[in-house]
């Protein structure tokens, strides 16, 4: 038996006679597992604080973020962070001096008013984060403390909030704080942050027989329904959380698909694909619709698994796509298959 065939034989019996004392346990049943080591807990341990705990060392100008965000972020998000393609606008808004003045962007009270990021966001510790963690999509963690700075300076820069030879860094960013358009926006009087605040919802423990009004009354009005696009259309199509039709549906629109091999949307979602391309239409690249089209028939499979494999341009338009180099090869010629799979 093998020590890890003995290990989990072992622990199967331990728990078998869950009522055990854990001195009932044999010696290597409790010798199981080791603590995490302080890289790996430091690996995970990345969130960056309102009060800045957690920031790394390190600066980035304007004039730096502006050469990433063209190279990794534009594509996405326009160049000036004001595209509602593939998420809603980052900057871009109706903020004006006096809220600039007062910490609070008064316009966010109006319902019918497009909400970017830096209209809503109270804390730039918050962006910071969240380009740290998240961005880009189709490579999150792949930013450089000093690039996650300049990026975050360089979007500052286009919300006027500082100028364009400006230096973000961890001395002066509690400063740029100071400067945030939402910074007093950020309400902590409710359930969310304190036990005694007021809840946001109306909850009961009851699970049957119940005497409660269970009728639905959230909703989104109509007028905001498609502020952000028609939601079906976009990235989210195929996310966990599908896009809802926000955009009024024209009887004349039928839902026909031809009949054609399934698409490996797993892969697809899994390798960062869909964040560009949709099975129909052209989103950030060309629709995979399109592709299977031009390519119908046509001996091009090396092709197609260099191109993503290393990226490209110019074959669509200007717009570059990436090197996916991180999709597995397997992967690579399961959609290559499938791309050019005749029907
Ligand atoms: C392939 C498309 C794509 C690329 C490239 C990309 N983003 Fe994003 N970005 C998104 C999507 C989609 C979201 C929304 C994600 C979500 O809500 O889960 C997002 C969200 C954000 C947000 C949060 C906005 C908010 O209000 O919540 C910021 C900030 C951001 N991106 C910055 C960046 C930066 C900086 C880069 C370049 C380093 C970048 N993005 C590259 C697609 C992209
Ligand atoms: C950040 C956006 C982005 C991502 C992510 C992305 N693509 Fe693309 N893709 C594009 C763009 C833009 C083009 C058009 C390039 C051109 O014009 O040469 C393209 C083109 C293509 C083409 C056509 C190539 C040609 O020369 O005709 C294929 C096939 C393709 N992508 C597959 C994939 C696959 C598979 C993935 C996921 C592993 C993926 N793409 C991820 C943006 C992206």
């Not at 010696?27 to 957690?54: H, M, N, Q, Y």
């Not at 160049?79 to 006096?98: A, H, K, M, Q």
């Not at 490996?264 to 690249?285: D, I, K």
């Amino acid at each position: 038996m093998s020590s890890w065939a003995r290990w989990s034989a072992l622990f199967i019996a331990g728990f078998c006679c869950s009522l055990a004392a854990a001195s009932d346990y044999p010696e290597a049943v409790l010798d199981i597992g080791r603590p995490a080591t302080a890289e790996e807990v430091s690996a995970w341990d990345i969130d960056v604080r309102p009060d800045f705990k957690g920031l790394p060392a390190g600066s980035g100008s304007v004039e730096d973020g502006e050469t990433l965000w063209l190279e990794q972020c534009a594509l996405c998000h326009g160049d000036f962070g004001d595209s509602n393609e593939v998420f809603s606008p980052i900057v871009l808004g109706n903020v004006t001096d006096e809220d600039m003045t007062a910490g609070r962007v008064a316009s966010l009270t109006d319902p019918a008013v497009v909400r970017t990021t830096l209209m809503k966001v109270a804390t730039v510790s918050t962006l910071w984060d969240y380009i740290n963690r998240a961005m880009p999509w189709n490579a999150p963690k792949s930013l450089s403390p000093d690039e996650v700075y300049a990026l975050v300076a360089y979007l500052l820069q286009l919300g006027y909030i500082v100028d364009y030879d400006f230096v973000l860094s961890d001395e002066n960013i509690a400063d740029v704080q100071a400067l945030m358009p939402n910074r007093n926006g950020m309400t902590m009087d409710h359930g969310l942050w304190s036990v005694g605040g007021e809840p946001d919802v109306v909850g009961s423990a009851c699970t049957r027989d119940c005497d409660v009004d269970t009728t639905v009354t959230s909703f989104i009005p109509d007028y905001a329904m498609n502020a952000h696009g028609n939601l079906k259309d976009q990235v989210r199509d195929y996310g966990p959380f599908p896009g809802v039709q926000t955009a009024p549906v024209s009887s004349a629109v039928v839902e026909s698909q031809p009949a054609e091999a399934a698409a490996p949307e797993a892969t697809l979602m899994a390798n960062g694909c869909s964040g560009c391309h949709r099975l129909e239409g052209a989103l950030v690249g060309p629709g995979f619709d399109a592709i299977r089209e031009r390519y119908r028939g046509q001996d091009v499979a090396d092709y197609l698994t260099d191109k993503i494999k290393n990226g490209g341009s110019g074959v669509w338009g200007s717009m570059p796509m990436p090197p996916m180099a991180q999709v597995e090869d397997g992967a690579v010629a399961e959609l290559v298959g499938w791309l050019l799979e005749t029907n």
